[in-house]
DNA sequence: TGATTATATTCAATTATAATCATATAATAG
DNA sequence: CTATTATATGATTATAATTGAATATAATCA
């Protein structure tokens, strides 16, 4: 039996369907933009762009299977960052979405937040003991 | 009433998140590869693709409101093409995607049957008259 | 070992997207 | 005006994507 995948767009040139697809959500969109800047962990993203854990997980899981980033377990943490072979291919992509996150207002804030919380010497570990703190002082509330 | 829209990406650098949306589907894709080479009306678009005139017509409306390209009526022809608009603001990305095109087997084989379309002489007209007769052509069954 | 924790995954509900068929609209031709 | 035709749009169905809550897994700590 012959089957004609009459539609497939072959195999060449990685998936660049689904490169497109992870890029069209927001969610994901501001997960880069902080991966753009430093490897960062799961409970960091999450705490930073205060997003569920699963829901974070989920997408760092879609950015990770079109080949946008990579990640490496450290101990109990697992780090993600983009991958250097996105970035040698894709280059003229990666340049287009560096330039429009710092043109768009909402990714800039996040980065504001991100900024802070890297300031702040908060840890992964005291994320686990007083997130509530650490997420009042990103909101501005409280100094350190 | 205040309405907080907590995440939404603002109005700035225009809607970057549909234009991904809107490149995230192999038939857009397949549609952008051809208006990228040149202007084409929506039944020359749906012959050298093979596509149904509606689904035709559903893509491109996605293409044109996510603004990656337009479209201008002349008499009952509705033409379409790359947005300038969008080359110019987003020319990387377009860069890409124009370098995207030529590597990709499927895509070349759309542009193979553009040419071949083109170089036939068939006119709009034609096709409604025998369009059984040009979609022969294109597959290369019949010398013309 | 057992308890805790960071991350991933499953489940179920909801929402969005894509495709097809049929119909509407607007222009043209006779 | 009527018939035809290019394109757009509804309505429907099928499929895929998104989410939160709960659970599983794997590592660490005591």
Chains 1, 2 share one sequence.
Do not use: P
């Amino acid at each position: 039996m012959i089957i004609i995948e009459y539609n497939h767009m072959g195999v060449d040139k990685l998936n660049l369907i689904e490169i497109f697809k992870a890029l069209g959500d927001k969610n994901r969109i501001r997960i880069l933009n902080l991966l753009i800047r430093q490897e960062l962990c799961v409970c960091e993203i999450e705490t930073v762009l205060n997003m569920t854990q699963s829901n974070a997980s989920r997408h760092l899981n879609k950015l990770k299977t079109s080949g946008i980033i990579t990640s490496e377990k450290e101990s109990q943490w697992v780090y993600y960052k983009v991958d250097n072979k996105f970035i040698e291919e894709n280059s003229l992509l990666y340049e287009f979405i560096k330039n429009m996150t710092v043109e768009n207002t909402q990714l800039q804030r996040d980065l504001e937040r991100l900024n802070r919380y890297k300031n702040s010497n908060f840890t992964c570990e005291q994320l686990r003991e007083d997130k509530r703190e650490v997420l009042k002082y990103l909101r501005g509330n409280v100094s350190k």
